[in-house]
């Protein structure tokens, strides 16, 4: 089956007057509904096939969050062409690179610079020949290029969609990789449905279609991707986040139930509430403590789906009162479901939230894996752990203690490149992920780091940074960090600080600085981190902890590859980049 039909013709036919996208427009959020979503889609798919787009082109989508997006998505789909998504933080130079690999023959653009890579693309004679500009604020030569709204202007809203089987390619979705030359990931329509069908069977949520779910992360990427048609596949609504700096906003405005989220999300509402607290009166710092102590109490219970005592449920609701309700509130007031993946997230932060009454769905997977491999049941669930399989996914441990999968979500293989895709497969069809994991006596599975990170010191102990990195990033004066141990003595960090909190702290304290630059060198601010550093430390082995760190003068950006789309450190790139300062610390 066609996924796009998968997902449209259901739902266009079973509530056409139901809300299905929302987006903002001006100051306020409109909504189209089942059966305009669908017509909106249909004469956008019309519109491609007679600009020449056939069965198995390629459709390139260069943009922010929107809801053209994910229609320009469904279209593509739904007349057999293959969606190719690129990173709408890449440069001129990595859109080329997708678009001439990929052949792309349209692409679909959201603002002002991306159309401006695009132009320059087109006009080389390869194999993209039309721009299709989904803002009108965006200025554009006539040539090869259409606003969306003319582009799609005299099109039929009716369409017969093209039939597919589920080993038919539906994405080609290149990795933005912490290293090397991105690789285009082949993912089926039923990679998509198989996958879709295993986490209804797995979490059986009720009354999904009455749900509100916010694209926040990148739709370019697999995570949001696949959670936003999914949630279109079960009929909840999909809000549309177009710049994330405007989250906080927006979650008061929108009210969303579900969202997905990567690990700094969790750590910086974590880090915010500590910090609060810590600040507050001792009166509200008792009441805290004390509220927190309930939430943990009744959570416990709820994850070993155990009977919560009616006392404990007053005391409970008096914590909602007092305390729970107005952190929620500060994230919209109803989200209770939160899938978080991307890496890893201290135990601490997952039972934080889940005292609070919010489950965050931890789950582990790949682009090459259609996201989700495992993840969190509703219940006996492990802290620490990434869940347990999906239906339909088997995982074993190989050598190196490498995870291995098979299953509905496994991919075809990388776009035009079989000795890549070889590699990566064992001789029995085993995807080996590159990561390092154990199993628990329950089935839990645990990550215990990217064999590539992996790190020996010399003198002969192993080190995983991933899980040092989020002890020390669960606070708010640390936002980034990247460990160093390599064949080196000790470990040491380059450490970005969280500026607001810094520029909060020298105020309160006096301490003149002129820049950053400057502010990062000052004795007093070196001896704030390494007490924090000590503090955040305490638990980890001697041969764990950070000895010497270098404070960064400003964040590590996309824009420059030091970090990825998801916020993931390019160790390589930074390591290179910096490798003047860290040779410093030794």
């Known amino acids: 089956m066609n996924l796009a039909e998968a997902i449209i013709s259901k739902n266009a036919e079973k509530h056409p007057y139901k809300s299905a996208v929302g987006f903002k427009k001006k100051e306020g959020w409109k909504e189209l509904s089942w059966k305009k979503f669908s017509e909106i889609i249909y004469k956008t798919a019309n519109a491609l096939k007679n600009n020449g787009v056939e069965d198995n082109d390629k459709v390139a989508i260069y943009a922010d969050n929107s809801a053209e997006w994910l229609i320009f998505d469904l279209a593509a789909m739904s007349i057999g062409a293959i969606t190719v998504p690129i990173y709408s933080t890449n440069n001129a130079e990595q859109a080329e690179y997708i678009i001439n690999d990929s052949q792309a023959k349209i692409i679909l653009v959201g603002n002002q610079a991306q159309y401006d890579a695009s132009f320059e693309i087109v006009q080389k004679e390869n ?13 554009v030569k006539k040539e090869h290029t ?5 582009f799609i202007a005299k099109s039929s809203p009716k369409l017969e969609i093209v039939k597919k089987e589920f080993d038919d390619l539906a994405t080609i979705i290149y990795t933005s990789g912490t290293t090397g030359t991105p690789k285009g990931v082949m993912l089926t329509h039923g990679n998509f449905i198989k996958a879709f069908d295993a986490h209804f069977e797995f979490f059986k949520f009720k009354n999904f279609e009455e749900e509100l779910s916010l694209a926040f992360l990148p739709l370019t990427h697999v995570f949001e991707r696949c959670w936003s048609l999914l949630c279109l596949y079960g009929g909840a609504r999909v809000y549309f986040l177009e710049d994330p700096k405007d989250i906080a906003k927006t979650l008061v405005e929108v009210k969303p139930t579900m969202m997905c989220a990567v690990p700094r999300f969790f750590q910086k509402i974590y880090a915010g509430v500590n910090e609060m607290a810590a600040e507050s009166s001792s009166l509200k710092k008792k009441i805290f403590n004390w509220a927190l102590e309930v939430g943990k109490e009744t959570a416990e219970l709820r994850r070993k789906d155990n009977a919560i005592p009616f006392g404990l449920k007053l005391k409970e609701s008096l914590a909602e009162t007092l305390v729970f309700g107005k952190i929620k509130q500060k994230i919209g007031g109803r989200l209770w479901f939160l899938p978080c993946g991307g890496a890893s997230l201290s135990p601490e932060v997952t039972q934080f939230f889940e005292s609070v009454g919010i489950h965050v769905t931890v789950g582990y997977g790949l682009s090459e894996t259609t996201a989700t491999l495992t993840a969190f ?7 620490g752990s990434c869940g347990k399989p999906l239906p339909g996914v088997e995982i074993r441990i190989g050598e190196n203690d490498e995870i291995q999968a098979k299953g509905n979500g496994v991919m075809k293989g990388y776009y035009q490149k079989p000795e890549e895709t070889e590699k990566v497969f064992t001789q029995d069809g085993w995807f080996k992920t590159g990561d390092a994991g154990k199993f628990d006596d329950h089935g839990n599975l645990f990550i215990t780091d ?5 790190m020996k010191t010399s003198n002969g102990k192993y080190i995983s940074p991933q899980q040092i990195e989020n002890v020390l990033t669960n606070n708010n004066f640390i936002s980034q960090i990247v460990l160093i141990a390599e064949g080196r003595q000790f470990v040491s960090a380059l450490i970005v600080p969280n500026f607001e909190f810094l520029k909060d702290y020298v105020s309160k304290n006096n301490i003149p600085f002129t820049n950053w630059e400057d502010a990062v060198q000052k004795k007093e601010i070196i001896d704030l981190y390494k007490d924090k550093i000590k503090e955040l430390q305490h638990e980890l082995s001697d041969y764990e902890k950070v000895k010497k760190f270098t404070l960064m ?12 789309p998801t916020l993931k450190v390019k160790r390589a790139v930074v390591l290179k980049k910096y490798a003047d300062l860290i040779e410093k610390m030794y």
Do not use: M
Not at 127 to 139: D, P, R
Not at 146 to 150: A, G, M, R, V
Not at 377 to 383: D, G, I, L, R, V
């Open 553 to 564: 003068p400003s964040e590590f950006e996309i824009s420059s590859g030091e970090i990825t």
């Open 146 to 150: 259409f606003y969306l709204e003319d």
């Open 127 to 139: 194999s993209l020949q039309t721009i299709i500009v989904s803002k009108k604020a965006v200025w």
């Open 450 to 454: 990217r064999i590539k990170d992996l």
């Open 377 to 383: 049941p509703f219940t006996k669930f492990e802290h």
